[in-house]
C-alpha cells in the first residue's frame, strides 16, 4: 500500500560484519555501462538504507541486465538471488486490474456494474460502479488511513476472512468520503473488494484465479500471493529502521489477509519486468481493455480527475492500478508499492520498449530511513538513463 504505512521499531542482534560479507554477489562482470546504477544500488546497502537491494532491466523483451546485493535474510546471512521473492505492496493492484479486465473479456461481469451485484451487503454498494472502484472515484475511503500506529500495527496482525475484513473496511478509516464519481481518493478499500469481487464472480479464490489467469500463462514463476504461513525457498525477510544493533530490526507482523488484493502479492524484479513487457505489449488483455485500464480518469461530469492540493494540484496520473506520464524518454508508466518492511518500484517506457523494476527490504512509510526513498528514485532514474540511452 501506498498509503498508511507504519513501522515498529527494536533491536535486532547482528552486527554489521555479516552484511558486509554477504553483500558482493556470485555473477558475471558487469558491463562498465551499468556502473553507475551498480554504485547507485550499493548505496542503499553502504548508507545503511536497506539491508538488501534488487534491480532489473528488461529491453525488448529480454533481461539486459539485474544486480542484487545486501541480504535478504539478516539472521540467516542469505543473500537476494533472482528467485528470491519480495513482498511488493500496491503493484499487486495492477494485476488485480487485469482479472477484472479478463473476467469482463469474459462477459461473467461489466466494470460499469453497480458493487451491488456482487457485494449487496456493503453498504451504499448500488451508487458505486467497479469502474469507479478501479480508478479510485468510488468515493470509497482508505481503511490504512489510521492516525493510531500502534492500533493499526494491532489490526494488521490479525487474520481476517471476508466477512470479518468488510467490517474492518467500515470501522476503520473514513468509511466515505464523497459521492461515487464527484472526485478523487486514492482507496486501499475500493480494492480489497475488488478481490472479494473477482473471487465471487469467478466462484474460486482471487490467488487461485491470478494464478491460473495470469502468473502461469506468463511464466510469472516468482509471482504468487504470498501466504505467511506458506515455506517460500528464499523468500525475502522485511525490516524496519532501528537505533540499536545493525540499524534495522524485523518489521511489525502483516498479515496478508489484512491487505488482500489492495497489496498482497509478492514476485522479483525479472518477473515484474517480464509483466509489463506482456501487459503493456498487448499479450494480456484486449487492445480496448488495456486502453481503457490507461486512460486518463474522468468523473462523472465528464472532466479530468484533480490529485494535489494548492499549486501542486493537477490532474491525476493514477489510472487503473498504474501511474501515466510523460518525460523526456517518452511516455511513462509506473507504481510505486509499500508495506511492512518493503518497497518496490517499477516504471516502463513502452515507447521505447523498456522497463526497470527495483526492491528493498525496508519500508519506506512513516519512520523510514531518511533518504531511503531519494536513493532508490536515484537507482531507478540512473538505471533508466542507461537503458534509454543517456536521455535524463
Not at 458493487?115 to 475511503?141: C, K, V
Not at 479464490?205 to 500471493?225: H, I, K, S, V
Not at 517460500?232 to 524496519?240: D, F, K, N, Q
Not at 489510472?319 to 508508466?333: K, N, W
Request: some cysteine; hydrophobic content about 45%; charged content about 20%.
Amino acid at each position: 500500500m501506498t498509503q498508511g504505512q507504519v513501522t515498529r521499531r527494536g533491536a535486532l542482534g547482528i552486527g554489521m560484519t555479516a552484511m558486509a560479507a554477504a553483500t558482493p554477489i556470485a555473477r558475471a562482470a558487469v558491463p562498465d555501462a551499468w556502473a553507475g546504477a551498480d554504485a547507485a544500488a550499493r548505496a542503499v546497502i553502504d548508507k545503511r538504507l536497506a539491508p538488501g537491494v534488487s534491480y532489473a532491466v528488461m529491453r525488448d523483451g529480454r533481461i539486459v541486465h539485474s544486480f542484487y546485493a545486501g541480504l535478504a535474510n539478516m539472521e540467516a546471512g542469505t543473500v537476494p538471488a533472482p528467485h528470491s521473492p519480495w513482498r511488493i505492496g500496491s503493484l499487486s493492484k495492477q494485476f488485480t486490474v487485469a482479472a477484472l479486465f479478463l473476467l469482463a473479456e469474459q462477459g461473467k461481469l461489466s466494470l460499469d456494474d453497480p458493487l451491488a451485484r456482487y457485494m449487496p451487503e456493503f453498504p451504499r454498494a448500488d451508487a458505486i460502479r467497479l469502474r469507479q472502484m478501479l480508478n479510485h472515484t468510488s468515493g470509497l475511503g482508505n481503511y490504512t488511513d489510521i492516525e493510531n500506529v500502534k492500533l493499526l500495527l494491532n489490526l494488521a496482525r490479525s487474520d481476517y476472512d471476508d466477512a470479518e475484513l468488510v467490517q474492518l473496511l467500515l470501522t476503520q478509516g473514513t468509511s466515505f468520503k464523497f459521492e461515487a464519481g464527484k472526485s478523487w481518493a486514492y482507496s486501499n478499500t475500493a480494492y480489497v473488494l475488488l478481490g472479494m469481487v473477482a473471487a465471487r464472480v469467478a466462484g474460486t479464490p482471487l490467488a487461485r484465479l491470478l494464478r491460473e489467469r495470469l502468473f502461469d500463462p506468463l511464466g510469472l514463476n516468482d509471482t504468487r500471493a504470498d501466504d505467511e504461513a506458506e515455506i517460500v525457498p528464499g523468500r525475502v525477510s522485511g525490516y524496519t529502521p532501528s537505533t540499536t544493533g545493525a540499524g534495522f530490526a524485523n518489521a511489525s507482523f502483516l498479515s496478508l489477509s489484512f491487505v488482500g488484493a489492495a497489496g498482497n502479492l509478492r514476485s522479483t524484479v525479472t518477473d515484474l519486468c517480464r509483466w509489463h513487457d506482456r501487459l503493456l505489449g498487448g499479450h494480456v488483455l484486449q487492445p480496448a481493455s488495456l486502453a481503457a485500464m490507461l486512460a486518463p480518469v474522468r468523473l462523472a461530469d465528464g472532466t479530468l480527475a484533480m490529485e494535489g492540493e494548492g499549486a501542486k494540484r493537477a490532474p491525476s496520473g493514477h489510472v487503473m492500478g498504474l501511474q501515466v506520464a510523460t518525460s523526456e524518454q517518452g511516455r511513462v508508466i509506473s507504481h510505486t508499492g509499500g508495506l511492512m518492511g518493503f518497497v518496490a518500484r517499477m516504471k516502463s517506457f513502452p515507447d521505447r520498449g523498456t522497463t526497470v523494476a527495483l526492491m528493498v527490504n525496508c519500508e519506506g512509510g512513516f519512520g523510514a530511513p531518511t533518504g531511503l526513498r531519494e536513493a532508490a528514485i536515484a537507482l531507478e532514474a540512473e538505471a533508466a538513463r542507461t537503458v534509454n540511452g543517456n536521455v535524463r
